[in-house]
């Protein structure tokens, strides 16, 4: 017991070192700027987290090419169900070690490995054969993926290798949530997984987002929707060819359990939209920003909502018009979104003084939390004439945690009046002035300014 005092007690110090506290089921590690060097000396102490059920070295690219000192030691935390490796400049000798240990953690459910670029072009195989069937959960957001990559991951042969590679999504049965997103190179080689999905019987959540998508790719998967039955979440968004398919792809889900389909960026056209309102009474979120065929026609969306179902409504850079947001008033005022938390009007300078202030006017956003009305970037526009509307609005808004009305500009003391009303429910008012220049910031970090 006191050596295992003592082990515990170089855990706690070598944590405290990086600004974390320990905890014997959960190591995280995210953003300490480990180096190869921090790594070995963790990855000696995991034989001290018998109980270890979360590992977490996300965002750490010093340790790219130094994986194996801790896939060696992964022996003792055979109770690992969570393994995030997120932006650690990983290469293919990495992926093929954690391969190779991963049957040291036979229960992991999550794999999270995105944004590591060289996993694109071949490393992936290190992985084939080797994922056991309790993960749930497979991440590969960012990595550079090519359609080798797709066909690798659907099993086709490999005759560079002389063999038959193992079987690899087809084993992944619990397999729910399959996240391959901002992979731009697996364009026209999407036929090559989607074929396979079928086998995926409980997969509930795919994101191709961000994917350039072909005319091709998207019909592949079209095909074998009706067989993953258990699908609740699908996001083609950001896929432009997308737009021309969404009738096809609404006739092959099963929409009476969808609750999320965003076609935000998809080249929307008025066919595709009005299939969309087919799905629409299902979904808990509804995003078509970037789409301007919106405008003037959001009453097709509006009038197929159903009551308390719908959680979020994104509607940025829409083109909408005072008539679109004098319907969604209407839509507000007989209940039918009174779960909405999410609300999403930036962008659409078009719309008059009487839209928003009968948005405003009208009730009936009770379980609201955040809200967006911002402008676009070089653009001004004055409020005065809808802000009281807003300001007697607020107290039906108890849940109300974000405002969000970057480029408006109120009078000195109509914002101050505002920024009371949310800083006494200890909410964010976010504003940027226009003509106001923001300070230097890294681009990961949000441009927004506080008041």
């Known amino acids: ?207 191709l987002h961000l994917c350039c998508l072909t005319h091709t790719d998207l019909q592949a998967l079209i095909q074998v929707l009706p067989a993953v039955s258990e699908l609740t979440d699908l996001d083609v968004s950001s896929n432009k060819e997308a737009g021309g398919v969404v009738h096809s792809l609404v006739s092959a889900l099963p929409l009476t359990q969808m609750k999320h389909l965003p076609l935000n960026s998809c080249s929307l056209k008025d066919e595709s939209f009005t299939a969309l309102a087919l799905a629409v009474p299902y979904l808990r979120s509804v995003d078509v920003s970037w789409c301007k065929v919106v405008g003037g026609r959001l009453a097709l969306l509006l009038d197929a909502l159903q009551p308390s179902v719908i959680q979020e409504l994104r509607l940025s850079s829409c083109q909408l018009t005072t008539d679109d947001l004098q319907h969604l008033a209407a839509v507000c005022k007989r209940g039918c979104l009174s779960s909405l938390r999410v609300l999403d009007l930036s962008y659409n300078g078009q719309v008059g003084d009487d839209g928003w202030a009968a948005l405003f006017g009208a009730g009936g956003l009770g379980s609201v939390e955040d809200i967006d009305l911002s402008l676009r970037p070089l653009t001004s526009a004055p409020c005065a004439a809808w802000l009281p509307r807003l300001l007697c609005a607020l107290p039906g808004w108890p849940a109300l945690a974000r405002l969000a009305m970057q480029r408006w500009t109120p009078s000195p003391q109509a914002r101050e009046q505002l920024s009371h009303s949310l800083t006494k429910r200890n909410a964010a008012l976010h504003f940027l002035l226009a003509n106001h220049k923001p300070p230097h910031l890294h681009p990961t970090e949000c441009t927004l300014v506080a008041f």
């Open 1 to 207: 017991e006191s050596e295992q005092d003592a082990g515990w007690g170089r855990v706690c110090v070598f944590l405290q070192r990086l600004g974390k506290k320990a905890d014997s089921r959960s190591l995280n590690v995210a953003h300490c700027d480990l180096t190869a060097t921090d790594l070995l000396e963790l990855a000696t102490l995991l034989h001290c987290f018998p109980q270890l059920e979360e590992m977490d070295f996300s965002w750490n690219d010093l340790i790219g090419g130094s994986l194996r000192a801790l896939t060696s030691h992964l022996q003792h935390v055979g109770g690992v169900r969570t393994l995030r490796l997120c932006s650690c400049r990983l290469n293919a000798d990495d992926i093929t070690a954690l391969g190779e240990a991963l049957e040291c953690v036979p229960l992991l459910e999550i794999l999270d490995l995105s944004w590591n670029r060289g996993i694109g072009g071949g490393a992936l195989q290190g992985l084939l054969g080797k994922l056991h069937p309790p993960l749930r959960e497979l991440h590969l957001v960012a990595c550079q993926l090519t359609a080798a990559d797709a066909a690798v991951l659907g099993n086709r042969e490999n005759m560079t290798c002389g063999s038959r590679l193992c079987v690899s999504l087809r084993s992944l049965s619990s397999l729910r949530e399959l996240d391959l997103s901002c992979n731009k190179d697996l364009a026209g080689g999407l036929s090559h997984l989607t074929g396979h999905l079928s086998h995926l019987t409980h997969l509930e959540s795919l994101d």
